[in-house]
């Protein structure tokens, strides 16, 4: 592999996940109600305990996000 495909690896991945973490958002912004109610469902959860979950799993998808796929290819951008 070469380091322009490894490049547009890097680039591809940070678009898909930099789109899912948007569309994520934007679905618990404006649906999180419903999400909630369907969730509760199935593990009865405060809304609280719900509400600190979302807003844990965004915090670790950004770092994930950061870590793995925008700051390598960054760096590959930067040496290329």
């Not at 690896?9 to 930099?18: G, P, V």
């Not at 419903?34 to 969730?39: D, K, L, N, S, V």
């Not at 609280?48 to 960054?74: C, D, H, R």
């Amino acid at each position: 592999m070469t380091i322009q495909e490894v490049e547009a690896f890097f680039m591809w991945c940070t678009i898909i996940d930099a789109v899912l973490l948007t569309f994520s958002a934007v679905v618990f912004v404006f649906a999180g109600n419903w999400i909630y109610r369907i969730q509760n469902k199935w593990f009865p959860i405060s809304r609280e305990i719900f509400n600190v979950a979302i807003y844990s799993y965004f915090g670790l998808f950004k770092i994930a996000f950061f870590v793995f796929n925008l700051t390598p290819y960054i760096a590959l951008v930067i040496i290329s």
